[in-house]
């Protein structure tokens, strides 16, 4: 297994000598025609990773254009150019004390990038996914670990990513797909020298082993693991007053979306003790109460939530509000637990995320135990605030105390459907990622496959054309402090 | 100790919750204001400073000039404000399926910073250097772990920085400074729950160990350690011909700049046999022996300095070129070595840095043997190439090599004396640093302190300044796609 790993990643460099110089217009054209193999492999794609997901084949419809209108997003992104960042500051060669050089920087791809699909986006994040696309475009070569959970959704893409290399002849090891469920592969392939940086999304468990496996090498590199997290929402109280039942429905729906089955799912609600908390409890009880329960996505999934579940709900002080009743086999059961913000804090195991369709309301005496609660939980992706502009106003620090909770705040509206845009932040600190600094959905996620490197008094000619003085790509720029294209 | 430690980064923590909302114009007042101290300590500080180092009084005249102009840089940057990269992405009510929300990004500060300084730069890259320069400038508090190499001089910075916090009124905290030299501190201060980053400037080993200590918290946090490297020069065989004595005068200065002491001293050169190099390898002896022997920084780093020197000029193969003779105590003897490539291939000691005014010429047999020697070396901060016109042309390829060797790519001339610019990159694959992807010298050092956060569809009163629609504070941004002020 070492010696085909080793050949792997080698033939992962060799293609990274090439791979890295390729011009963002081809780059473009590459991820087009990956985007165009996906979608011609039509509803077998869909239907094979229904099958192996136990989720409806309309949710992959939604999915696939999610992957392919990333990879597009991704290749227009590259081919336009500015995303390099290059900053020039040209030569004052009569500076005193000393003449000043011309310095040009801009970003380079880091090299062969090894990526760990998740399992609840067999399409959107994992083969063809976010940190695939986004490696791709970065000019870095990727060696996909197929997600065990679903090896023929995952070798069909494969077969999509390779047919597009062929059309665009280029270096068919620009990507490699490694099938086989042992861990041992990941951990080979993530000490390897010759890797540069990886991705991971799915669980803490696995993200940190990642990450400590990578900082145990001589040469330590950038591991971006994608653990999710609870997503706490706060309630206020004005906007519970006239829309309780507007917000019940939207979070019933962001609960038992995907069957609960997505990083963003709001694991956490937090209030201040009113009626109004309570009637908006029975509502969302309610609202979940008309969701039928669906199969999760395979048996470790199931068996964990179970018995996170269990864990939870049997817990001192902890309320059972409304729990469904699942009857077929690998069947989530919608659930919604109570208890008091004095109880919660004195049981850090109620901060955990629980990964299926549950959320658990904490009702706190006062404000200062909501906010004490809420700085509490660890790193979040998200962070939600209800409030009607009366209770914005009122409650006005509580927007200085999620800057320091979250990668995103959202404002009246659910966490989950993460938009892919420029703006996105789809990071937050441990245990939501192991580097806050960076993002996995959104453009700037091609950041994290790059460094900057300056060239020093480089003659004309043998610059790139991203810092040439005439910049023939018309991309945007800072030169000397002043931005400009 | 680590009752006190504990104080000092809840103290830390409590001025980052006012700090991380201070204007930057404020920031930059403040900025200013340090500089202003510092130059108010007068000729006390230089001469404290070279008492401390065995450097000249007039050295520090230039270092000071250095750290007051990188301390009103930073603060000219965060006034401008443009370097939080504002990305907007406006809200489509009607898209279909789903609306799009709206989505405004910016970068944070993330939470108090523990700097250890560098022995070979007591102002520049020390208490009040580039770390804490960029650090405070992001919104960062900064704790600094005074370098037990000069204590005085660290101390004077000190009180000029706790000077500047009064006369601005602000948190006295947003500064602290740690005495003692028990590398205990060091570890205690990494691995507070508190600390959201370090900046680490010296050996390989104490910045590796700094980023083993962060790495084995629960939760890990970005740790810049620059270490330094070889900083190779490849030789082309055109200018030999045509520039030796300038090449060899250059040079010579630069192995020598500083005792040798510079983390982008030029350890390492490359050549194919000829003539021609044999000449300048001539020419820069008799440069070197023109060269006054001068103390270095401390009893440590002379003991390093002359046991590396015992481990490389004794080993096989290594010839001698020119050794100064040093009489006084402390003296270091500026040495020039030479060795074949297939000697140098196979020893992997001799890629070492050795830290002082020592250069190790490697004669390739052929272009083939340069280029594998040049791509057997680690991680460099800087690479540099001398070459006509003509050279390069013939060379084209060794600019691609370049490339995936370092941080910074010189083109005739010495990599010493690094430019504080907008595109500067020190930094470079290790073991130069653990983090290639930052710099810790020039503008984009800021970035190592921020994080990204998203705000989606907040109201319109909650958005920080940086991210309101009107753009109060008229900086660059991103909006819709389009760059836009």
């Known amino acids: 297994m070492i010696n085909e790993l080793n050949k792997i990643m080698e033939q992962a460099y060799d293609a990274f000598l090439e791979y890295q110089l390729v011009s963002g217009a081809d780059k473009k054209g590459f991820l087009y025609a990956i985007a165009d193999e996906i979608e011609a492999l039509g509803d077998s794609l869909l239907e094979t990773a229904s099958e192996e997901t136990n989720l409806p084949v309309a ?9 392919c209108g990333q990879l597009r997003a991704f290749g227009d992104l590259v081919a336009e150019g500015s995303w390099v960042e290059a900053v020039i500051d040209t030569a004052i060669p009569d500076r005193k004390p000393l003449p000043k050089p011309d310095m040009r920087k801009m970003t380079i791809p880091i090299g062969p990038i090894v990526v760990f699909g998740a399992s609840n986006f067999p399409l959107a994040y994992s083969t063809a996914g976010g940190d695939t696309a986004s490696a791709l475009a970065s000019g870095c070569p990727v060696i996909v670990k197929g997600h065990p959970s679903h090896p023929r959704t995952s070798k069909l893409v494969s077969s999509a990513i390779h047919n597009a290399l062929e059309k665009c002849r280029l270096n068919k090891n620009i990507f490699q797909h490694v099938e086989g469920d042992s861990f041992e592969i990941g951990k080979i392939l993530t000490q390897h020298p010759l890797t540069a940086g990886v991705g991971f999304t799915g669980s803490l468990n696995g993200g940190r082993a990642i990450y400590n496996y990578a900082q145990q090498r001589e040469v330590p590199i950038p591991v971006f693991s994608e653990m999710g997290s609870t997503n ?30 997505f990083c963003t799912n709001p694991g956490i609600m937090l209030g201040i003790k009113s009626s109004a908390l309570n009637h908006f409890t029975s509502l969302l009880a309610l609202e979940l109460s008309l969701t039928p329960s669906y199969k999760m996505l395979n048996g470790s999934i199931h068996h964990n939530y179970n018995a996170s579940l269990d864990k939870v709900l049997y817990d001192k002080g902890v309320e059972t509000v409304y729990h469904a009743h699942a009857t077929e086999e690998l069947q989530a059961s919608p659930v919604l637990a109570r208890v008091s913000g004095t109880t919660f804090l004195l049981n850090p195991d109620l901060h955990h995320e629980v990964f299926g369709p549950f959320s658990l309301i904490v009702v706190c005496d006062n404000k200062k135990q909501l906010v004490e609660v809420w700085q509490t939980l660890k790193g979040q992706l998200t962070t939600t605030i209800m409030g009607s502009n009366q209770d914005l106003e009122e409650h006005h620090d509580l927007i200085n105390i999620a800057r320091n909770i979250a990668g995103r705040i959202v404002f009246n509206g659910i966490p989950t459907g993460v938009e892919v845009s420029n703006a996105t932040v789809h990071g937050g600190q441990y245990p939501a990622t192991t580097d806050s600094r960076f993002t996995s959905v959104g453009m700037d996620a091609i950041k994290r496959w790059v460094r900057p490197i300056c060239w020093q008094d480089c003659p004309e000619q043998l610059l790139p054309p991203e810092l040439k003085s005439d910049n023939p790509l018309g991309i945007f720029r800072k030169v000397n402090g002043q931005y400009q294209r």
């Open 232 to 261: 706490p929402v706060i309630l206020l109280k004005d906007t519970l007053n006239n829309n309780a039942p507007e917000i019940a429905k939207a979070f019933s729906g962001s609960i038992t979306m995907g069957v609960g089955q």
């Open 59 to 67: 949710r992959f419809a939604g999915e696939r254009m999610r992957t």
